[in-house]
Every structure is written in structure tokens, then in C-alpha cells.
């Protein structure tokens, strides 16, 4: 019952910027933690940013100082801000969330269907 969709990722030079966004749609009752992973082509899926309910965060050492992950609990929509891209960064970015549903008893985690960051000059 429940669907996350990303956007805002596309290409951008070394040193710009992206925000991306991922809402959550469905029977939702609550959303404890949100965040964002990345998948690189060779690579394993890796966590880049979490958010807690209330608003506490972590990041990946790789992008602390430069990206700032947030939510908006009104509208079961998070975001995470990419500054300062270098082409490392190039990879397919995933949302997740942890949700319990109207009538439900326990946390599920959902992941949306990734949007694609490339960063090329």
C-alpha cells in the first residue's frame, strides 16, 4: 500500500548541485526513519544519509560538509541536498523509509525506485 518516488537527479558538472526528493504515498500512519543509499556501477549499495523523525541525522563519511538530508513530515517527503558533486558521486540514489501503516502493528522499510546522479564534465 504504500510507494516512495524519487526525483531531481540528472547531470551536472564537477562542483554543482542536485536536490532530490522522494514522497511517500499510500496508508501511511507514521514514517520513523527516512534516508537515501547509492549504488555506483561495480559497486555495492552504500548508505549515504538517514533521518530520524524528529530530525536527528548521519551521514556518510564521504559526503558530510557537502550534503544535508531533511524531511517534511506533513508531507511524508524527504530530500537530500548534493553540493560540491564530484564524480565519485555518480551513482543511482535510493530512498527508503520506515513506515507503519493504519491498522498495522509493525515497522516495514519500503524503497523507491532510484533516480540517477551523474556528475561529468
Known amino acids: 500500500q504504500v510507494q516512495l518516488v524519487e526525483s531531481g537527479g540528472g547531470l551536472v558538472q564537477p562542483g554543482g548541485s542536485l536536490r532530490l526528493s522522494c514522497v511517500a504515498s499510500?496508508?501511511?500512519?507514521?514514517?520513523?526513519?527516512m534516508g537515501w543509499y547509492r549504488q555506483a556501477p561495480g559497486n555495492q549499495r552504500e548508505l549515504v544519509a538517514t533521518?530520524?523523525?524528529?530530525?536527528?541525522?548521519n551521514y556518510a563519511d564521504s559526503v558530510k560538509g557537502r550534503f544535508t538530508i531533511s524531511r517534511d513530515n506533513a508531507k511524508n517527503t524527504g530530500y537530500l541536498q548534493l553540493n560540491n558533486l564530484r564524480p565519485e558521486d555518480t551513482a543511482v540514489y535510493y530512498c527508503?523509509?520506515?513506515?507503519?501503516?493504519?491498522?498495522?502493528?509493525?515497522?516495514?522499510?519500503?524503497w523507491g525506485q532510484g533516480t540517477q546522479v551523474t556528475v561529468s564534465s
Open positions: 533521518i530520524a523523525y524528529a530530525g536527528s541525522t
Open positions: 499510500g496508508s501511511i500512519f507514521s514514517i520513523n526513519s
Open positions: 527508503y523509509a520506515r513506515i507503519i501503516l493504519y491498522g498495522g502493528t509493525e515497522w516495514s522499510d519500503y
